[in-house]
């Protein structure tokens, strides 16, 4: 007769941490009643996350669920030992009730290095001061918050990675929030108010990620920066101002960029990038450059301008993807050939992949095409996927002519 | 004693020159292991460095936790993981594999994984563990792994009978309630069985009529069957959608949440959530269908809750992205019930009562059905001139949609009304 033996129970602390922060908050709180033993075991999670997974709360009553989710977050806190690392707080049906002040307080007197916060109902939450005191953060993640530190704020010193989508910050707080965090190494913003320039100091930043509405875009010492994905989703018109002097947008965004490797430009970007001069290619090439994605509006001669000086520029990309913009419908006119302007010949050594969508067979299209098939002697693929059916035929006789520079090189032409 | 490892099989073949390490386990057996296999495991490649292991004499001490059984299956977990060729497919559907074993052994192999400062293991085996437990009864995860059952019952049921709860049993205890309620407040019940029966004729007609083809329309609670401020929300790995429904005027435009490199105006996202907003458009008229004006007050209260209780109880059971997605829409849509009731009165439930009320929602969805066919000839038989019933697919499966929860409260309604039974 064998014995059952219980060999979970004694397993060590961190062990059996890690198990329980596999479940839910709920799963894992549960197990509180499965024996002696494990009374306390759930006590030491380091990480809270108090989601729609985690606590099921369901009514379509705003007072029942707010009294019933903040009463299990009292009592998880509460009952919890141990330092909280994690704590995360994004059920759907919470608006910014003032009992997270207290749970922040709570947690900024601990050693908090993750914070995520998402407010999915309501409007903005203001942020309690107490956050702003959290030294030890590491990430910090907001969705739907006001940003307002109080004046003695002093940044966050061991910031890493910083999450903010759908916020209220003013600009000078923002440009301050940036710069005090020196070792920040990831940025993303989404659609962000009260502040219209990105003043992005940040030495040590690896990773920008910004979608939203601003006029400027201006980078300090960024020499690390080497994953940039960027959307304005406003078409100001950016008419050739004079008072921009010899640098257009397109010189002065890249300069301060040399170890860029992976660059999406979205949405209306390549407007702003295309205002004032672009040269044919720029003063230093980016070299590290190996992905691009550009949203590009094939008619607006700026951009097909803006987009070729990239493309002149990056002698080693390996991997581009050029995506027409479809709401815009402006006069298809036989554009002059732009890309035969350049003088010399721009070879793609590395460029393996190539991806074309939403077009409509327009002359300034094809001309890319045949100019990126022409000067890619490495290429393997390249899609071509048509915006709507119609033209889709013209478009496919004019590709079979183009002369291709790789042998191996596959057209593949997607349905729309 | 120990299974034929590697090591043995390879010395048949000479030209393959490989190094060896010894190890020890805690009963002093020895093993002698491949040094690419057992390198993988940062604890013998710390103790390799110090210059141990290369021979029988030195070999390298194991602590405690591993034994002859586990570090043999260690051993197969490196050899395979520490060829570098491999596909992540691969590795994966090795890793399913490999951890079916009982609970015994993969307590045994996580713990030995863990002293050996292997990490992918520690996270393959203690993932494994964590989904012996996840949803399971706290009987059934005593069983797995026969854990003592050593709690007073005192002990028990302190403070965590917030997290015990169940939506649909604590929704169905609501509706009982508040018929009970709604029962001892008026007082006597209506007599008169005719009238019970017209009534019952016009809900049921409404109803087909709703269900079949109604109009979507801002109906008398304010609820809206157009999303108002749709907004998603990717999530790191670029893969998940939560969705977000503004609710106030600053939330009312399109919004995008994502923290990835991809962009909100490229082709694919764009794609994807057309694809949610379509599935939203169709969520807001189911709803409104059901909820639209019926005869009775009290219907309307109980639709109200169902339809929402329905939603949420699927809400709770399903697990993939899109089925919570048309369920926030309709949670979100600000159903002001301000008569719920309290949980303190729901505790009461009578049994009995529950039983004979479940009877009669089966005999009503069999009536209700059986009715159809002959309901709909004679409608169409007898008047052309009217305007045509819509015929849609009858009812059938009265447990699974959302019309099973208000035929069954449509019938506590009318059961309580009007005192008839429809046995």
């Known amino acids: 007769m064998v014995m059952e033996v219980d060999k979970i129970s004694n397993l060590p602390g961190h062990i059996t941490d890690k198990i329980l922060s596999h479940l839910s908050l709920r799963d894992a709180v549960r197990t509180s009643i499965l024996s002696r033993k494990w009374r306390y075991k759930w006590d030491s999670l380091p990480y809270l996350v108090f989601d729609n997974q985690s606590v099921l709360v369901s009514s379509p009553d705003q007072t029942v669920i707010k009294s019933k989710l903040v009463n299990i977050v009292d009592h998880v806190l509460l009952l919890h030992s141990g330092p909280i690392e994690k704590f995360k707080l994004s059920h759907r049906d919470l608006q910014g009730v003032n009992d997270i002040d207290r749970w922040i307080l709570f947690l900024s007197r601990g050693s908090l290095k993750e914070f995520v916060l998402e407010i999915w109902k309501g409007h903005r939450y203001r942020l309690p001061s107490s956050l702003y005191c959290c030294q030890n953060l590491i990430h910090l993640e907001l969705f739907n918050c006001l940003v307002k530190p109080p004046p003695i704020f002093n940044g966050f010193r061991s910031l890493k990675s910083l999450d903010l989508q759908h916020i209220t910050v003013d600009q000078d707080v923002f440009e301050y929030l940036i710069s005090s965090c020196l070792l920040l190494e990831r940025l993303t913003l989404m659609n962000f108010e009260g502040f219209t320039q990105l003043n992005i100091h940040a030495p040590n930043l690896l990773f920008f990620d910004v979608g939203g509405v601003f006029e400027d875009v201006n980078f300090g010492n960024a020499s690390h920066l080497a994953i940039v994905s960027i959307g304005l989703y406003v078409n100001a018109g950016h008419d050739k101002n004079p008072a921009l002097g010899n640098t257009g947008n397109m010189i002065k965004f890249f300069a301060p960029l040399p170890h860029i490797q992976r660059l999406e430009v979205q949405s209306f970007f390549l407007k702003y990038l295309a205002a004032g001069k672009v040269p044919e290619r720029l003063p230093t090439p980016c070299i590290e450059l190996n992905y691009l994605s550009i949203r590009i509006n094939f008619n607006d001669r700026e951009e097909s301008l803006a987009a070729s000086c990239l493309l002149r520029s990056s002698p080693n990309l390996q991997e581009l993807e050029m995506l027409a913009r479809p709401e815009e419908q402006t006069a298809v006119r036989p554009a002059a050939n732009i890309l035969q302007e350049g003088s010399d010949k721009c070879p793609f050594n590395q460029l393996r992949l190539v991806k074309i969508a939403g077009i409509s067979g327009g002359s300034q299209e094809l001309n890319f095409i045949n100019f990126l098939l022409a000067n890619s002697p490495a290429l393997e693929m390249m899609t071509v996927k048509p915006a709507s059916t119609n033209g889709g035929w013209e478009l496919l006789k004019e590709l079979l002519r183009f002369r291709r520079a790789s042998v191996q090189a596959e057209i593949i032409y997607l349905d729309p | ?423």
């Not at chain 2, 690419?36 to 110090?50: L, S």
């Not at chain 2, 965590?160 to 205890?173: C, E, Q, S």
């Not at chain 2, 017209?198 to 069957?225: E, P, Y």
């Not at chain 2, 009578?350 to 059986?370: G, T």
């Open chain 2, 1 to 423: 004693m120990y299974p034929m490892s590697d090591a043995d099989r390879q010395v048949i073949k000479p030209e393959i020159m490989k190094s060896y390490i010894w190890l020890q386990t805690a009963d002093d057996s020895l093993q002698e292991v491949e040094q690419e296999v057992a390198t993988f495991c940062p604890f013998i490649c710390h103790e390799i460095h110090k210059g141990m292991g290369s021979s029988k004499n030195y070999p390298i001490s194991l602590p405690q936790r591993v034994n002859p059984g586990t570090l043999s299956l260690i051993l197969d977990y490196c050899r395979f993981h520490q060829v570098s060729g491999r596909s992540n497919k691969e590795r994966k559907s090795y890793d399913e594999k490999f951890i079916r074993m009982d609970t015994k052994r993969l307590c045994e192999l996580t713990s030995a994984a863990d002293s050996l400062q292997l990490r992918p293991l520690v996270d393959l085996t203690s993932r494994a563990l964590a989904r012996m437990i996840e949803g399971k009864t706290p009987e059934e995860i005593r069983e797995t792994f026969h854990l003592p059952d050593d709690l007073t019952e005192e002990e028990k049921l302190e403070p965590l009978r917030n997290f015990a709860d169940d939506p649909r049993i604590r929704l169905l205890n609501t509706l009982y309630a508040r018929k009970r309620k709604e029962l001892k407040e008026r007082g006597k019940p209506k007599s008169v069985e005719v009238e019970g029966e017209l009534v019952d004729d016009r809900s049921v007609d409404d109803l087909l009529s709703f269900i079949n083809g109604g109009t979507s329309t801002v109906d008398s609670f304010g609820i809206r069957t157009t999303p108002c401020g749709l907004v998603l929300k990717r999530l790191n790995h670029g893969q998940c959608c939560s969705v977000f429904m503004g609710i106030g005027e600053d939330l009312c435009t399109p919004i995008w949440r994502r923290s990835d490199s991809k962009g909100v105006r490229a082709s694919k996202s764009k794609k994807k959530n057309r694809r949610r907003k379509d599935q939203l458009k169709h969520a807001p008229m189911s709803c409104s269908t059901v909820n639209s004006t019926s005869s009775s007050n009290n219907a309307i209260d109980i639709h109200k809750e169902s339809n929402g209780g329905d939603f949420i109880c699927h809400n709770s059971k399903v697990h993939n992205h899109s089925v919570p997605v048309l369920c926030e829409t309709l949670k979100l849509q600000d159903i002001e019930d301000d008569r719920f009731a309290p949980e303190d009165e729901l505790d009461d439930l009578d049994p009995a009562m529950k039983e004979i009320i479940d009877r009669e929602v089966e005999d009503f969805a069999r009536r209700l059905n059986s009715d159809w066919h002959e309901r709909i000839q004679e409608l169409l038989s007898l008047d052309q001139e009217r305007r045509p019933l819509p015929i849609t697919r009858p009812i059938y499966n009265l447990r699974s949609s959302p019309c099973a929860s208000y035929f069954r409260t449509l019938l506590l309604a009318l059961s309580v009304q009007s005192g008839a039974s429809y046995a």
